[in-house]
């Protein structure tokens, strides 16, 4: 029953967010911008990965931008063909060659990887979230299983912040154990931590 709640709450959402106009969508990733840019997380954060968002997800070019600019050093997603069930990431800058992958979605090419401790943020795409930051993704697992050891040492760096539009929020997920829960979500109206159940800005 599990498998059937995640499928139809994926595909409803995912539906929703394919709804927002690019007008929208704009507005969502400069008020993303304005909530993010001064947080200590992202302020102290030397080694930050990020994504190229597709499919309606809300899109973190602006802190990226940012991010080059301060000299941070940044990175973006690869699934490699040595390695097709886990999420990698390599560096990026303006530079970067990218190549789209089978979905579609461009990957820095032929850059080395970097391990998934190596990182002090990761920004995390999401389908879905709950207040208490539980993630639903698109169904690959490429996000739970690289840091799944945040499982059992959530303590442990990178930080995993998610992102995502308000109309993401979702009152409960169907939980699996082998689901890693961020260590927050920051959506284009509030910043949420796990066990607060209420937003915090």
């Known amino acids: 029953?599990?498998?059937?709640?995640?499928?139809?709450?994926?595909?409803?959402?995912?539906?929703?967010?394919?709804?927002?106009?690019?007008?929208?969508?704009?507005?969502?990733?400069?008020?993303?911008?304005?909530?993010?840019?001064?947080?200590?997380?992202?302020?102290?954060?030397?080694?930050?990965?990020?994504?190229?968002?597709?499919?309606?997800?809300?899109?973190?070019?602006?802190?990226?931008?940012?991010?080059?600019?301060e000299g941070k050093s940044c990175f973006l997603p690869v699934i490699s063909e040595g390695n097709p069930e886990l999420v990698s990431f390599a560096p990026y800058d303006t530079s970067t060659e990218l190549v789209d992958n089978k979905w579609g979605i461009g990957e820095p090419l032929s850059q080395p990887l970097v391990s998934a401790t190596d990182f002090n943020l990761v920004f995390v795409p999401l389908v879905g979230f709950d207040e208490n930051c539980f993630r639903?993704?698109?169904?690959?697992?490429?996000?739970?299983?690289?840091?799944?050891?945040?499982?059992?040492?959530?303590?442990?760096?990178?930080?995993?912040?998610?992102?995502?539009?308000?109309?993401?929020?979702?009152?409960?997920?169907?939980?699996?154990n082998w689901d890693v829960r961020l260590d927050a979500v920051v959506t284009d109206r509030k910043i949420y931590r796990p066990n607060t159940a209420r937003a915090a800005c």
């Open 1 to 69: 029953m599990t498998d059937e709640l995640r499928t139809s709450l994926r595909s409803s959402l995912r539906q929703s967010r394919r709804k927002l106009s690019a007008e929208q969508q704009a507005a969502a990733a400069k008020s993303l911008f304005s909530l993010v840019e001064n947080q200590e997380f992202f302020r102290a954060s030397k080694r930050i990965a990020f994504y190229q968002s597709v499919d309606g997800e809300i899109d973190p070019g602006h802190l990226l931008e940012l991010a080059l600019r």
């Open 136 to 176: 639903l993704g698109m169904g690959k697992g490429f996000y739970d299983r690289r840091f799944g050891f945040k499982i059992f040492n959530r303590s442990s760096l990178p930080l995993l912040v998610g992102l995502a539009h308000e109309s993401q929020l979702t009152d409960s997920l169907p939980i699996a």
